[in-house]
């Protein structure tokens, strides 16, 4: 309580964050919560190696993964309150900050990767970047994985497969609504919990990109995987936006340059291991593929699309208007 009122306190004062003028190196702590093999892992390492390579000494990035420091949902007030400097939570947990980031878990809107960098490359997805700059946090580039995919102990093939199913899920509304429109329940649990609810039967199913269902073994606690690219998982990399401005400039703009050269680098490897995942967790003893026809895909469709109805005013029209035309090259 007293620390919490201490840290308030030099908050509103402006002074705790701001990196001291000194021969001491500044400390970067990244948390994270996938392995040091999936797309976002390898990107953390790769940033804190060209860091030490082109500001070696006067900045030092230490990298926390699989959640060792903090889980995604504890990490926006981890870098409030200057426990790290840096973080990359999945869009889909931000929806509690900005309305407007919600858009990237609406099911069926983007077609795929390819339209959500454009989206996220146009003016209206660089804006988003800052539409949580009013609680203190900055958003320094977007991360890909890839589109996810939905794993079960009995195969989902149509909506009606997951009714009365517990399904794990990020902290996301959208992705609550998404399961509750096929009568599912949700239950929303950290990254570090998915691997344990599957196995101890806590829950049925869950949807995930394939490098993560990949490097976190989910295939040897779900046997049947469904996909049909409806919707996308990547993220934000994010940090205090005071613990960023108060950097020298010459710093920060080495920084930013670092992170294009990570950003382009992780989503090259994310496009690669989402086939090469994918491959290797199918080809797992026991694993099959749920293959779709048309009308069954229909019907994912027609329980999904909806959710756009319910969403689309949070989100604002403009966001959702340069979200459906980057679909179009
Ligand atoms: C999840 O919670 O399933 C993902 O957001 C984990 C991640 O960071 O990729």
Known sequence: ??????????????VVLAPAASSEPIVIRFSHVV?????K??????????????LGGRVQVVVYPRSQRFNDDEAVNALLFGDVEMAAPSLSKFGHYSKSLQVFDLPFLFRDVAAVQRFQAGPVGQR????????GIRGLAYWDNGMKALSARKPFRVPA?????????????????????????????????A?????????????????NIYTAKMYKVQRYFTDFDYAFLGYMVITNSRFWDGLPADIRGELESILAQVTREVNEIAAQRAVQDRAAALRQPGVELVRLSDA???????????????????????????AEAANTP
């Open 1 to 14: 309580m007293l620390r919490n009122l201490t840290i308030g306190f030099f908050l509103l004062a402006g």
């Open 128 to 135: 988003l970047l800052r539409s949580m700059e009013p609680i």
């Open 296 to 322: 069954e895909l229909q019907q994912w469709r027609q329980a999904w699309l909806p959710l756009r109805d319910r969403f689309a005013a949070g989100i604002g029209e403009e966001v959702m208007a340069a």
């Open 41 to 54: 892992g390898i990107g953390a390492a790769r940033f804190q190696e060209l860091v030490a390579q082109r």
């Open 35 to 39: 392995s040091e093999d999936a797309p």
């Open 161 to 193: 497969d997951m009714k009365g199913r517990r399904f794990r899920i990020q902290s996301s509304d959208v992705i609550e609504r998404q399961i509750l429109a096929v009568g599912g329940l949700p239950l929303k649990m950290p990254f570090a919990r």
């Open 195 to 211: 691997y344990e609810a599957m196995k101890l039967g806590l829950v049925d199913g869950q949807e995930n990109a394939w490098s």
